[in-house]
């Protein structure tokens, strides 16, 4: 929680400036506070102080406290806590924080002397949303709204009339009503032709806020001769016809937009001419789309250039379907534009009050306010301040709920709040929370290792800031999107970055930070279902580009000849579970449709719900949340999976490694096949499906344990690059060292088309990958270590227990994980949360120097790309960087392999400790180890749910005690000795909620 506010600072007592205060209070950057009060900590930080070089201390009466886990935690408290804490620059006293709990930052403001404050609440605004600056004339204080749905909501569109890129959020397909020619919108799964049981929305005109009250919207039917009653009405050759209103809409006619740049409005019949003029574009039943669809006859078909850029149902050659072939015909190439209806997206309009008040609520009223004239819209308040008077500053902010409820301003919902938010109650809390939280796990690293525990506490701290139990998942940056536009869309991007910001919350005993995610991930299983099942992929190279409201399949096989996209070959297609596009956005709408030409993403999604259930052993969640997804990534692949008749293995074809097949090789581009993140991430949810359909009592899916237990090998290739000039020095000074590589590629003749080499061997030959290709992706050679599990230090699941051929395996993952790491410097710009797991678990603390360089490693990543709020600036993301927290816990406690393994990556030279951090199994276990690797006696596990612990042997082949220690008198346990994946450990049972400690 935030200390109190420090008393007044006399910056003159220091001299005013870093370097004296260092000299004068022993403050060693990065590591200790030395002797200097609160008050001086928090001015420091306020000031940003990080002078450079280190000075020696100089003040004799103040001698240099030596690092402590306490003085490391009040450097990290104080620098995060910032926010949350006080400071004072000049005149000014403040003391600012963002409560957990309510939507509002309140400010306590108090100034020596008296003194006029300006109050300036404005925005950018640069996708020119509808925007309103006012100075609350009724109430005292600024309010800024945005409408940042308006441009899109209810309004209907022209799209292309493809009738293979039907979406939840994109209605093409059209039913007419045979008596009465009445049409309406289909979700594309209607009974029969005739029927109207599907029918979910109709035409309507809507007053839009961009467009005006002649725009068409759509909503849902109602009765005939309404206003969501429109007509079709053929008018002359050729089917052309005009759209007509009925009841209160009688005489307007529906008129089609020139482009796609603005909605289609409505006019009265007499002025709209051939933008009125409408064609039935299909006839009978539309693969995927309804009945019929309504073309803009009027238009040009050449207007809006629906072809350009975009494919269809193509052969295997390349050539277009013919359109007697039935689904997929290619017609709609040069169609033109079709009345699309997107379903209305969810209202994230805004609202933004700020209002000052005394202490104790009352409201301040300004002496003055203008609203701005020109430029960014905004507004100021002018406020005349007393002196030595304590102020608030109480900024609310509140969306449009529910969802339902459109063009509503939720400004005076944020004026009330920023006026009745208790304060007091607000702090208190929010101080329990925080206190809460920084309880549950605490860690230990020693002096020498204070930048990395500096990180480790800064990223817990945004892990906690970002989170909210019954919030939603946390985008790319969380709460922190400093500008417009915020980089990459802001996107949940699902091929690795949202995971990531959960693979260390387990480990950290931070369980409820992940209850975000997977409501969010579950949201997607309809979508991904649907997209597997889809009966050829090859309609996924097609690309709807500049249109509103629908999601381009784009599902890829990589650089192939199918298509210009990269679609995939005509049998692609028609698969069990899921199928996961590469990123989504908070609401629907802002789903990103293409999968990148990867099949990995939905076995990647389940790693957070596998990590939750195995820290928890919670079976209620097993069975109603993780399990489903589990499964359906399980049953993509062993429906996916083919098997080669050469090898008898089953081959994961159009596997891209990651992100559009970014392997390059000899300048070329070329298709990918059985990819190791693929081949890892399929042999996991295989056999974690298998294993929870056995704790659930379900039958499981006898392909399961073929396909893992036939899966090809993961590809390898050969490394000799060299780090001469790293210091320390590197360890990898062999050359023609086995590493693995991202996947298998075709080399085909320049035109001789590429996506074949499966079917057929000419002009073509399949070879590893280089291994330098992609290393700033490190998960495309690390998934079998990292975030699988498959491969670990002691066993894995690929040899059979076999010790010769783990240790042959556990080399090459070696050198993997260090060739791609000396290459990017310990920090490749997708993050350290890629890189440093694998390699802290393929790390042996019991090898002389191992461990050691390993942390040297870090710390000089972190040197590098450190902020001085302990983030991590990286160009490859943002917030997933909290993901590498899962590395430094995995210094220090591992349990992965199915045993609890102590300090196993920690090496001589300096102690640690750590308290509660969780184990799978749901164990809680806190331990210490001292600077010559000893483990202290006096180990402590706590069982949460009863499951039998296993440990490998902390002191060698001395045996080890267990005691339940929960009563007052210790009562000892039996401990037996147990294998687990062919290492011995010790293992006993275990009651809920017991405590036990190990000798």
């Known amino acids: 929680p935030p200390p109190p506010p420090p008393p007044p600072v006399d910056c003159k007592a220091f001299g005013c400036n870093c370097t004296t205060v260092m000299l004068m209070y022993c403050i060693v950057p990065g590591k200790s506070f030395g002797c200097a009060p609160t008050n001086v900590q928090q001015w420091w930080v306020a000031h940003s102080c990080d002078p450079s070089p280190l000075l020696p201390c100089t003040n004799s009466t103040c001698p240099a ?14 620098r995060v806590n910032f926010t949350t804490g006080s400071s004072q620059r000049g005149l000014l006293s403040a003391s600012v924080f963002i409560p957990r709990d309510a939507n509002v930052l309140l400010a306590r403001l108090s100034f020596d002397k008296a003194v006029t404050l300006n109050v300036t609440l404005s925005t950018p605004n640069i996708y020119d949303l509808p925007t309103t600056a006012s100075t609350s004339a009724s109430r005292s204080g600024l309010t800024l709204s945005r409408e940042a749905n308006a441009w899109i909501t209810s309004a209907v569109v022209l799209s292309e009339c493809d009738a293979a890129l039907l979406s939840s959020r994109s209605l093409r397909g059209i039913f007419l009503d045979p008596t009465t020619s009445r049409i309406r919108w289909t979700n594309g799964t209607a009974a029969a032709a005739g029927s109207s049981i599907d029918a979910v929305r109709c035409p309507i005109i809507i007053d839009h806020p961009m467009y005006g009250n002649t725009t068409l919207g759509s909503g849902p039917c109602g009765l005939d001769g309404g206003p969501t009653d429109w007509r079709f009405t053929p008018s002359g050759a050729g089917g052309n016809g005009t759209i007509l209103g009925a009841g209160s809409a009688a005489g307007y006619c529906i008129a089609a937009s020139s482009g796609t740049t603005g909605p289609v409005s409505v006019a009265k019949c007499a002025t709209v001419g051939a933008a009125g003029l409408w064609a039935i574009a299909k006839t009978g039943p539309v693969p995927e789309g309804g009945y019929q669809m309504l073309r803009a006859a009027g238009l040009p078909t050449n207007a809006i250039n629906w072809g350009t850029g975009t494919t269809c149902h193509r052969t295997s050659s390349g050539a277009a379907t013919p359109c007697s072939a039935g689904e997929g015909c290619c017609d709609w190439e040069a169609a033109g534009g079709c009345l699309t209806a997107p379903e209305p997206m969810l209202n994230i309009s805004l609202g933004i009050a700020i209002v000052v008040t005394l202490l104790d609520g009352t409201v301040v009223v300004p002496s003055s306010s203008v609203v701005n004239a020109g430029g960014d819209p905004g507004s100021t308040a002018v406020y005349q301040i007393d002196a030595k008077r304590e102020y608030v500053v109480r900024a609310a902010i509140e969306t449009a709920r529910p969802p339902e409820v459109h063009y509503t301003h939720p400004v005076d919902a944020a004026i009330t709040l920023a006026e009745t938010a208790d304060l007091e109650a607000l702090e208190a809390t929010h101080a329990a929370w925080w206190s809460t939280w920084w309880a549950a796990s605490t860690i230990d690293l020693g002096p020498s290792n204070a930048v990395l525990e500096s990180f480790y506490y800064g990223a817990q701290y945004m892990l906690g800031s970002m989170t909210q139990v019954n919030g939603v998942a946390a985008g790319l940056l969380g709460p922190w999107s400093l500008q417009d536009p915020v980089g990459w869309s802001d996107h949940l991007t699902l091929d690795y970055n949202v995971e990531a910001n959960y693979w260390g919350a387990a480990s950290s005993n931070r369980l409820d930070a992940m209850l975000p995610y997977f409501p969010t991930a579950t949201s997607m299983i309809p979508e991904c279902r649907r997209r597997a099942a889809l009966k050829t992929w090859s309609h996924g190279g097609h690309a709807a580009f500049n249109t509103w409201g629908q999601a ?24 069990d579970g899921l199928e996961c596009p590469s990123a989504m956005g908070f609401v629907k709408e802002l789903q990103t449709g293409h999968d990148s030409s990867t099949r990995f993403v939905a ?37 996916y999976a083919t098997i080669n008749t050469t090898s008898n293995r089953y081959d994961l074809l159009y596997t891209c490694a990651q992100e559009i ?35 659930l009592g379900l039958p499981p899916n006898p392909k399961w344990a073929i396909v893992s237990a036939g899966l090809a090998p993961l590809p390898t290739t050969i490394d000799s690059a060299l780090f001469p000039t790293l210091d320390p020095p590197s360890p990898l000074t062999a050359v023609n060292r086995s590493v693995w590589s991202e996947s298998l590629i075709e080399r085909a003749t320049p035109g001789a088309g590429r996506g074949n080499c499966v079917k ?34 002691h066993s894995d699941a690929y040899s059979g227990n076999d010790t010769a051929a783990h240790a042959k395996l556990l080399e090459t993952a070696r050198n993997t994980v260090w060739g791609d790491n000396e290459r990017s410097e310990w920090a490749p710009v997708n993050g350290l949360c890629l890189a440093w797991p694998s390699a802290t678990r393929v790390t042996d603390g019991a090898v002389p120097g191992q461990a050691e360089l390993l942390l040297a490693r870090y710390t000089v990543a972190l040197n590098h790309t450190m902020m001085p709020n302990f983030w991590p600036a990286m160009s490859g993301g943002g917030v997933e960087q909290i993901g590498a927290t899962v590395a430094i816990n995995e210094l220090l406690l591992q349990s992965h392999e199915g045993f609890i393994s102590l300090f196993p990556a920690w090496g001589l030279g300096e102690s640690a400790a750590f308290l509660t951090l969780r184990a799978n199994g749901g164990f809680l276990v806190s331990a210490s180890i001292d600077a010559t690797r000893t483990i202290a006696p006096g180990v402590v596990v706590r069982s949460e749910a009863g499951e039998t612990c296993r440990v490998f042997p902390p002191w060698g082949e001395r045996a080890i005690v267990v005691v339940d220690t929960t009563d007052p008198a210790p009562v000892p346990v039996t401990v037996t000795a147990q294998t687990v994946r062919g290492v011995r450990v010790y293992g006993w049972d275990t009651t809920a909620g017991r405590t036990y400690t190990l000798q």
């Open 661 to 695: 097949c970014q392997q390059r090789q000899a300048h070329g581009s070329y298709v990918n096949h059985n990819s190791l993140i693929d081949l890892a991430h399929a042999k996991f949810v295989l056999d974690k499906a298998v294993a929870y359909a056995a704790v």
């Open 603 to 639: 076995a990647l999604m389940t790693t957070p719900y596998v990590q939750y259930y195995e820290a928890s052993m919670n079976k209620s969640f097993l069975r109603d949340q993780a399990f489903p997804f589990v499964r359906g990534a399980a049953d993509f692949y062993a429906s």
């Open 65 to 78: 406290e030596g690092h402590t886990f306490t003085a490391t935690q009040e450097l990290a408290t104080a």
């Open 760 to 793: 057929a061997t000419a002009n073509c030959t399949l070879e590893s990958a280089t291994f330098a290709s992609n290393y700033m992706y490190p998960i495309i050679h690390f998934s079998a270590i990292h975030p699988t599990g498959l491969i670990g230090l």
């Open 552 to 575: 381009s399949e784009m599902m890829g096989c990589g650089p192939t000849s199918f298509s210009v996209m990269g679609g995939c070959p005509e049998d692609v297609g028609g698969y």
